[in-house]
């Protein structure tokens, strides 16, 4: 039922934020498929990586988090202005990846970047004890409680990196165009959302 196919010449950037231990990323990249869109997740980093010339696990270690000051390598690197120029290539990669893809883009805080009629901006989020039960079926052998320590860590280190880099709040819904709470909807009702969302975007008439 969806795709893009016949909007093809009307551009579509979906981003996709997501708390941790939601299957944010499985449930976008869902979307992506059912709408024919270029997923960029950890993809990004390497492309990243690339044009910089630096190995991939470098950005990997700090990739959605802050660093622990006690990495003191990657502390020096962070301080020095590799950081500014890591930065610069990150929002070029998703304004060109905006320019020339119809694309998803999972996390990495692309909405504080990307915005426009032709960007959809969704936020994925849950209670702490429904993720905690997603998390288990995951790792079974975690205990409920190293669960909840494990994605409240995960939640800080994200929000943490927002702030960094945006300054802003990673859990405001301005910077977002659908928040969906997985409390109230199954994950397949999430997707028909994120897809129903889609569709009205590229079919709404453009203002001359």
């Known amino acids: 039922m969806w795709g893009l196919k016949r909007e093809r010449r009307r551009h579509m950037i979906i981003t996709v934020s997501r708390q941790a231990a939601t299957n944010g990323g499985l449930i976008g990249r869902l979307a992506a498929e059912r709408l024919g869109l270029r997923v960029f997740d950890g993809e990004l980093v390497d492309e990243i990586a690339r044009r910089m010339h630096v190995d991939p696990h470098v950005l990997a270690c700090f990739d959605e988090s ?9 502390e020096e690197w962070l301080n020095s202005v ?10 070029d990669a998703f304004e060109r990846i905006a320019r020339e893809n119809n694309a998803m883009i999972i996390g990495r805080g692309a909405n504080f970047v990307l915005h426009g009629p032709h960007c959809l901006r969704v936020r994925i989020v849950a209670p702490l004890d429904l993720r ?6 995951v790792y079974p052998d975690i205990s409920e409680a190293e669960a909840r320590l494990r994605i409240n860590k995960e939640d800080r280190g994200k929000a943490r990196f927002i702030h960094s880099l945006y300054h802003a709040d990673i859990n405001d819904p301005q910077f977002y165009d659908l928040v969906v709470n997985l409390q109230s909807f ?8 994120i897809l129903s ?3 009205t ?8």
């Open 201 to 208: 975007r590229v079919t709404r008439p453009q203002p001359r």
């Open 82 to 91: 590799n950081e500014c120029i890591y930065r610069r290539y990150r929002r």
């Open 186 to 193: 199954s994950p397949e009702e999430t997707l028909d959302q």
């Open 132 to 137: 905690v039960g997603i998390y288990r079926t």
């Open 66 to 74: 802050v660093v622990n000051p006690v990495q003191g390598v990657l």
């Open 197 to 199: 969302a889609a569709h």
